[in-house]
């Protein structure tokens, strides 16, 4: 029995140890490709609290520091006083933002991380992400309704918009909070209370009026908790300009364009070429909105068109995503996926003949080299 044991340990540990290996090694790739990693920084911000910036910092750093100091601390109702601060200054924000910092709030009580970007040196965006407890504020409310109110004076003071006049009194019309949506001839204003990550929160937003149509960059949108506190603030309101919200292109034309697409599109799967498709008319989604176009900050109608294939055809494709500019017609985006929903949620094949790598190819190799490594190692086991 002992020599059995004896056996099956010093064939089975191996195995055991080169399939950790290699599982790993899935790990590590998925992680490479899934999370990118995030933006490199410099320049090193330590503060014992809000009055003491970095020397390492630039004199406009400095002074936009100190502004970012202060959003936090009357717009937020933050106590940065009672923390010990540590920043870093992304020197890679994103496209549309000109500089990002990244802050790392501490105390006793309670841990919170905070990323602002900037643009033209004024603040566009703005989230808390506690990790410790609950973050520490000057003061203390449970009236989501009043902490709105409230945040539209302190955003007006710290940077005169006119349009700000008009949301407060768009907000002033309302007597209780609940999802809503409500628009006048300048703004569309949106209510919603929606459970995120199993926290409960109020999000509002204003938008410029545009016949209904909604593009969530172009807002000036606020979050809170149940508790009445600010938690995420973004204003893309100076950033983009509408250049027409009128559909000339009907909701049944953008989806024939969509279908006319799909059913004269083939692709090649090892030997066989794919065509003649058969699509789920009765469930083809769409949705219509306002988005950039050529990556510009001019905002124009858009037909997103979901045309759900039905069955799974070679490659993994169950479904085609078409755009559509629905002023002019002309196709912006076309792609086979082995998704039908929200494109965020899984990746897209923009080519079927060169789809991409994806977790469930690696974790078969994975499998298929782990038989290999098992059959050459019982082989040579054998041999010996």
Same mark, same amino acid.
Request: negative net charge; aromatic residues 12%; hydrophobic residues 40%.
């Given at each position: 029995m002992k020599k059995l044991i004896k056996k099956f340990s010093q064939n089975i540990f191996p195995l055991v140890l080169t399939m950790l290996l290699l599982l790993s090694f899935v790990s590590v790739t998925v992680a490479e490709q899934s999370n990118i990693p995030l933006n490199t920084t410099n320049t090193i911000l330590q503060a014992n609290n809000s009055q003491q910036l970095s020397q390492n910092l630039s004199k406009e750093d400095n002074i936009l520091l100190g502004n970012i100091m202060s959003f936090l601390n009357n717009v937020f109702k933050l106590d940065t006083s009672k923390y010990k601060i540590e920043g870093e200054r992304v020197s890679k924000p994103q496209n549309d933002y000109d500089k990002a910092f990244d802050f790392y709030l501490s105390s006793v009580e309670s841990k919170i991380d905070v990323h602002c970007d900037i643009k033209d040196n004024a603040i566009v965006w703005c989230k808390l992400y506690p990790t410790k407890s609950s973050p520490i504020y000057t003061t203390t409310t449970l009236d989501v309704l009043s902490s709105a109110k409230t945040t539209l004076i302190e955003l007006n003071t710290f940077s005169s918009k006119s349009y700000l006049s008009s949301i407060q009194n768009m907000l002033n019309n309302v007597k209780k909070i609940e999802s809503s949506t409500t628009s006048n001839a300048e703004l569309t204003q949106i209510i919603e209370i929606r459970e995120v990550l199993g926290e409960e929160?109020?999000?509002? &937003?204003?938008?410029? =009026?545009?016949?209904?149509?909604?593009? &969530?960059?172009? #807002?000036?949108? !606020?979050?809170?908790? #149940?508790r009445g506190h600010l938690v995420y603030f973004h204003n893309g309101l100076?950033?983009?300009?509408? /250049? $027409?919200?009128?559909?000339?292109? $009907? @909701?049944?034309?953008?989806?024939?364009?969509?279908?006319?697409?799909?059913? #004269?599109? &083939?692709?090649?799967? /090892?030997?066989?070429?794919?065509? %003649?498709?058969?699509? +789920? +008319?009765?469930?083809?989604?769409?949705?219509? $909105?306002?988005?950039?176009?050529?990556?510009?900050?001019? !905002?124009?109608?858009?037909?997103?068109?979901?045309?759900?294939?039905?069955?799974?055809?070679?490659?993994? *494709? #169950?479904?085609?995503?078409?755009?559509?500019?629905?002023?002019?017609? @002309? *196709?912006?985006? =076309?792609?086979?996926?082995?998704?039908? /929903?929200?494109?965020?949620?899984?990746?897209?094949? %923009?080519?079927?003949?060169? &789809? $991409? !790598?994806?977790?469930? !190819? *690696?974790?078969?190799?994975?499998?298929?080299?782990t038989i290999a490594v098992t059959a050459g190692y019982l082989f040579y086991k054998k041999k010996k």
């Open positions: 929160l109020v999000m509002m &937003s204003w938008a410029p =009026f545009a016949n209904g149509l909604v593009q &969530s960059q172009n #807002t000036l949108s !606020l979050h809170y908790d #149940t100076d950033m983009f300009t509408i /250049g $027409s919200f009128e559909a000339k292109i $009907s @909701e049944q034309a953008a989806i024939q364009i969509a279908m006319e697409q799909v059913q #004269t599109f &083939s692709w090649t799967q /090892g030997d066989e070429v794919v065509s %003649n498709v058969e699509i +789920r +008319r009765e469930h083809v989604n769409t949705s219509l $909105s306002l988005q950039r176009r050529d990556g510009g900050t001019i !905002l124009y109608p858009y037909w997103d068109v979901w045309v759900p294939l039905a069955e799974v055809y070679p490659g993994g *494709v #169950t479904a085609f995503h078409v755009t559509i500019w629905a002023d002019t017609g @002309e *196709v912006e985006y =076309f792609t086979a996926t082995g998704f039908y /929903g929200d494109p965020n949620e899984s990746g897209i094949i %923009n080519d079927p003949q060169q &789809s $991409s !790598l994806d977790y469930r !190819l *690696v974790v078969t190799l994975t499998i298929v080299a």
